[in-house]
């Protein structure tokens, strides 16, 4: 059910990404987010499913979303 829920969680987190000041709402989208590509990938793996490359696709795609989010946190900041 929580994997069923992060192509909207990814909608509201990239609608946030518009204005700077909503870091912590960004943050806790982003490990909503997470954890529900890390239930998809249990549910395949105690159901015995195989995912098909349109998963990993896809999984990639969010990874790279939230991967600006992780990377403006350890940029070094020029004052």
């Given at each position: ?36 590509l890390v ?41």
């Open positions: 059910m929580l994997s069923g829920i992060v192509n909207p969680l990814l909608l509201v987190y990239l609608v946030f990404c518009l204005w700077p000041k909503f870091v912590r709402i960004r943050a806790g989208l982003a490990v909503a987010i997470l954890i529900g239930s998809t990938w249990s549910f395949f793996y105690l159901s015995h499913f195989l995912p098909a490359i349109g998963h990993f696709l896809w999984a990639a795609g969010i990874l790279v979303i939230l991967g600006g989010e992780l990377a403006g946190r350890f940029e070094k900041r020029v004052t």
